[in-house]
């Protein structure tokens, strides 16, 4: 059934200035008796359809704004607090009394990056870092198109470019969309922190302006607000984009309704560091905090900020690798239960970047905080998920948005929560993550390989080599002896077996040499075509889902998985430096030779290993693409018989 609606005042009582004095209470006492005006046929409204907003506003017409907005801090030490810019496309029906929401999209890459180099990971033989940086090639995370700034508002929004596909198709149902330059980073003031405080509440100040708690001037200077505002937002993006409303949530910040942190991360710890270890996201090794800021940090005058980018230096600590208070600012998990919002979590099972942890314990701690949620878990890897499963992507994300920011009940609540990609692509819906029914599966590491069973204690030895050697070479050949890896089996799998969750490792071994690292890794043995982390542009498929303007079609083609055959695959990774064997905070004591009962975890996955396939764990110390790269010749010794991984495997 169709029907219109007018936002604002229909949707909330807004609080009003409260009348002391006798005429005025008269008058408002005679005002409320009086019946409320009937809307006017013509008064612009949104077209609501099956609890569905419908596409009748323009694009094309659409009103472009630029808006410099207040912050609450002052990074940048100049005296005044700091600025964020932020460009708005909008419904030129606003200017005529329609009240929308806002879908947010901040990010510290709309105005691209600088030339940085990252630190050299080849360290020298006491374990410390070298101080110089690698001359290697120049890379960072980040999915976004780079926005060339238009400068003054009032250009016709027909000529103003927009990164990504939320102007099209949610714009024409009622939806203004902002983009954001994040503190230190394209016209905004400030300095960037790689997921600092001040980085959280430069994002904050969006949605404390559309709902009237912040200043924010125009082009010229002139105050301006948001009366267009409904002042309910959604935040959403991939990578830093998809890290940044995960932070601001946790700010509990009135007004912001739902949230879609795709491939984002939950805590910078988790990110450049694990185990107590210093380890890089995947394909980007030897970047660091320090090297993300010096990146992004696009603003005018850019010196003001070198002390910043040079604390972060000294702060982020590439010595020790512990969890300090520098990274427990940037640690998000913390305060999950402050998020106000629904959130729609998206994650690629491949991705090695923003590594699967942070999907993992993000959902966690939700659920543990009772916080509405949603789960996507699909087989790419850092990518965008749209192009994959278009038509499905789009409309459960108008279903959350219609939801939460105009609250429609739609069903948004209603259907299994997750959704899981499988090996063959198709799509499995469950009610939770791990699947309900998980159990864990202890095999042991014995002489023979994995068995369900301890065996007879056995001292077994290897030497590593991964200063040099990858560990896609170190895994390969399992039947092969070599001595500079370590490898269990299992026997050929009589069915298919799902691991779904996070693999642990509890092992009885020392280190004897110069590198701290005893890195695990959980291998798929057997001739298969899998996935990959990339994707492939199909151009036979083009689909157009919105209002297209000159330069912008509206429309995307299809994408699908990129896939390998191979005769095994790396499917989980994990990673421990021995002196932080008993606290990621602090180190211990460690002497060579001495064996320790050590004990972490995987990366989580959602893995089926395949009939007569293998299941492989394979220990060795170095990490060649993330860990710090000590000389060879670190000797692992393991006790097997008595070491083990568990496996939470699904019924």
Known sequence: MARSTRTGAARR??????????????????????????????????????????PVFSRADAIHQQVDVETEVDSDGDGRRDTVRMRILRPKETDAGLKVATIVEASPYWAGGNDVRNHDVDVDEDGLPAHGRSTGDERVPGLVTPYEDQGAAGLSASSVPWSGYTDNYFLPRGYAV??????????????????????????KAAVDWLNGRARGWDPEGRPVGAAWSTGDTAMMGISYNGTLPTAVATTGVEGLKAIVPISGISSWYDY???????????????????VLAEYVHTRADRQVCRPVIDRLTAEQDRVTGDFTRFWKERDYLRDVGRIKAGVFLVHGGNDWNVKTQHFGQLWEALKKHGVPRKLWLHQAGHVNPMPLRMEEWLDQLHQWFDHWLYGLDNGALTAPPVEVEQSDFSWRRQSDWPARGTRDVRLWLTGGGLAPLPGKPVRQKATDQGRTVPAEQLVADPGTARPDRLVYTTRPLAADLRVNGVPELSVRASLSGTSPYVTALLVDYGTDTRATAGTVTDTTQQVCYGEGIPGDTGCAYRTRHRT????????SRGWLDIRNRESVERQSTVVEGREYRLEWAMQPLDHVFRKGHRLGVVLISTDHDYT????????????????????????
Do not use: M
Not at 183 to 191: A, E, F, V
Not at 272 to 290: F, L, M
Not at 628 to 651: D, K, M, N, W
């Open 13 to 54: 009582a807004r609080a009003g200035t409260a009348y002391r004095w006798g005429t005025a209470a008269l008058a408002v006492s005679l005002l409320s008796a009086l019946p409320a005006p009937a809307a006017q046929a013509d008064d612009p409204a949104l077209s609501i359809v099956d609890n569905r907003t419908q």
């Open 178 to 203: 902002a983009q954001v330059d994040s503190l230190g980073t394209g016209g905004s003031t400030g300095c960037p922190t790689s997921g600092g405080r001040n980085e959280t509440l430069g994002a």
């Open 272 to 290: 450049y560091r694990a185990g107590g270890g210093v380890v890089a996201p995947g394909g980007y090794q030897g970047e660091d905090a320090d």
């Open 564 to 571: 390998e055959t191979a005769d095994f695959k790396i499917v």
């Open 628 to 651: 710090l790269r000590h000389p060879a010749g670190t000797e692992l010794a393991v006790r097997a018989g008595i070491s083990s991984v568990t496996l939470p495997v699904a019924r």
